[in-house]
Each structure stands twice: as C-alpha cells, then as structure tokens.
C-alpha cells in the first residue's frame, strides 16, 4: 500500500440536524448518552481551519512521481466488502489523524448490503474522514470495530434509516463514540438530506450528481466525482423526479448539473424537472454505451486537464467503489471501471487521455485483477 497517507478537511461548520427516524434516546437506548445530532457533533469540528490549506495529497505523490514514464501500479484490498473500506481508511489515515495532527473528527458509516445511502455519502464524508461500510444487522465486523477505535473520532454519522442499519448495530457503534443518523422516509429521501447537509458544510455546492437511484450502474463514480468538484450527490427515480430531490435541489441552487446516465436511465421527463427546478444551473447528461463509459465521460468532465491518480475499481459490483469516495477526493483521482480480468476500451482511453502517475486497484484481484491493473484491454 501507499506510505505517507493523510487528510485535510473542507468545509464550513453545518447545523441542520438527522430528521425522519426515531429520536436518539429511542435509537441506542443501550447507550443514551452516546446518541446525539448531526449538528451537535459536526459542531465540535474545527473542518473551515483545514479547508484553507491545499489538499497535498495529489501534488506530493505528483511531485514524487514527476520522471515516472509508465504509472507506478498499487492495490488496496481487504478480504471481505467490509475490510476493504477499513484498508482504504488505513492508507488515508496512515497515523490515526489528519496532517496536521488533528483528530479524525467524524466516521460515517452506511450498509454494505445496498449502495444508496454509501453512494450518497462519499461527498459528505470526504475531509471529515472514512466511509466505512456495516452490515445491517448482526455484529460489526471486528476489523471494522478496530479501525474506529484506532481513528478514536469525534462522532460516529450513520447514513440511512433503521432498515439500513438497525438498532443493533447502532448501539454496538455507539459503544465506540457518540452517534447520530442522517435518515430520510425514502433512499432518495436521505439522499437529499445528506446533500443538503453537505452543502451547508461547503458554504454552498455548485455542483451536483444526480443518479439513479433504482441501479448503481451508471452511479460507480459519482460520488469521487462529486467530491472532487465540491459538490453533492442526489439521487433520482427512473420516471420522475423525487419530490425530495426537487425540494434539495431548489434549496441548494447549484450552477451546473450533472445526470448520469442515458434516457433509459434516467429519462428527458426527469431532466426536464430538473431544469424547471433550478432554471439558472447548467443541466447537462453524461452517458456512454456502458457504465464503464459513463464512468469515463464523468471522469473527462470531472477532470478535463487529466489527473495523477487514477482508483481502478470493479465496474460490476458497488462496495469497493463507494468506500475509496473521500480517499479520491483528498488524492484528486479518478475513479474508472473495468471488469476482472480486463479493461473496457472506454476505460482504457480515459486513462490514456489522464496519463496518471499512480494507478490504484481497489479490491482484491478477484474484484481487479493485474491485468486488468494494467490496463489489458476486453
């Protein structure tokens, strides 16, 4: 794995707090001390301080790999969904801390079991920390339980109501450190929620990704990518555009849009709702023949002057994905697909266009193999 890996933070102080689920004296009741807000615990960050230093992470590893002639090839990998995104944790947040010392000052964690609320949180969680993946009931891993312990955060931000994550699993986080949720009635409902929390963090996004929220096929990259341009994810329906998302997007009144996906995707009634949403944003498709193209057209537009650091991650599966989001964003990096054993040809032009000096498996070589590291095309 890489060396040397740390984090700086972005972002203002926020102050909306979780809505739509029990209060949190009725969600950890084993623990009632250690529930609290989502205001009450972002609150005690000190994220705005960080957020004026660049991110170092792209120029150091830039710089230390400027003679390079062909990228220097890396994995991070755990043996299990779970222990990747632990993995993925330990190469951001080599020391337990952020760069310059501080505390980690939030963990967010979302199931590992569906890809919506972790999709959504990628943004969110970049600068403040890990995303780390759970199940939704039973008993959190122990690699999982050791990474927080080692990070001893802040606060533990749950993405997703009970039926995401239950009580039980709840209260075992709440063991660790005092926990609040961001939950909404409906997936596309938390999404919203999550994106307007982020962009209060921001002091404003600019930009959004919106994906489908009945697939992840066209979505893999979204959330590196909307991290990377300071902005949010929300996701929609196929037919017709949530009223919750509608709400979010007339709240937060980005500039440009991004729809990920084709008509039969996300169709023209949705992007039409979308630009009587917000009139004044730039709303624009972005699509290709399969989602490791899409993944690549999002990658062109996220990145149009190319990029260090590309994270190569299974196209066809979603947790690996999800869980490097914020380790993209402190990296500027990429994220591209390709299938096991090989690379798509949209993946490997983009990579070509980028001309990376570091190209990251992440997952195993099941997930990606070295060939497929390598850019060995299908």
């Not at 991110?55 to 090839?73: E, F, H, I």
């Not at 963990?107 to 959504?120: E, I, K, M, R, Y």
């Not at 990377?228 to 980005?254: C, K």
């Amino acid at each position: 794995m890489f060396s040397a890996r740390s984090a700086v933070s972005v972002a203002a102080v926020v102050c909306m707090a979780a809505t739509g689920l029990a209060a949190p004296s009725a969600m950890a009741a084993a623990e009632p001390n250690k529930s609290t807000t989502v205001d009450a615990l972002l609150d005690t960050t000190d994220r705005q301080k960080r957020a004026d230093a660049a991110r170092p992470g792209a120029k150091a590893r830039a710089s230390a790999a400027a003679a390079a002639v062909a990228p220097t090839l890396d994995r991070i990998a755990g043996q299990t969904r779970y222990l990747t995104p632990v993995e993925i944790s330990k190469v951001h947040f080599p020391n337990g801390t952020f760069e310059d010392g501080a505390p980690v000052d939030i963990v967010t964690v979302a199931s590992g079991t569906n890809f919506p609320d972790a999709l959504a949180g990628g943004p969110f969680a970049a600068g403040l920390g890990p995303l780390l993946l759970v199940p939704a009931s039973g008993t959190i891993p122990a690699g999982v339980v050791a990474e927080i312990n080692r990070l001893s955060p802040e606060g533990i931000v749950i993405l997703g109501g009970l039926g995401a994550v239950n009580a039980g699993v709840e209260a075992q986080l709440a063991n660790l450190a005092p926990v609040a949720r961001i939950a909404g009635g409906s997936r596309y409902d938390t999404a919203a929620q999550i994106a307007q929390q982020t962009s209060i963090d921001l002091g404003g996004a600019t930009d959004v990704v919106l994906s489908s929220g009945e697939g992840f096929a066209d979505a893999l990259g979204g959330g590196a990518a909307a991290a990377n341009l300071g902005g949010v994810l929300m996701l929609t329906r196929n037919a017709t555009l949530p009223t919750e998302t509608r709400d979010a997007l007339v709240e937060i009144a980005p500039t440009n849009i991004q729809i990920l996906g084709g008509p039969l995707v996300v169709s023209d009634a949705v992007l039409n709702a979308v630009k009587a949403a917000v009139p004044g944003a730039t709303v624009t498709r972005v699509f290709g023949t399969s989602r490791a193209d899409t993944a690549a057209e999002l990658s062109e537009a996220t990145f149009p002057q190319g990029s260090s650091e590309v994270f190569l991650t299974h196209g066809w599966n979603y947790p690996d994905a999800l869980a490097a989001a914020p380790l993209a964003w402190y990296y500027q990096a990429s994220v591209l697909l390709t299938r096991p054993n090989c690379a798509p040809a949209g993946t490997v032009a983009e990579d070509t266009r980028l001309a990376p000096t570091f190209r990251t498996a992440i997952g195993g070589p099941l997930a990606v193999s070295d060939a497929a590291l390598q850019m060995t095309p299908c």
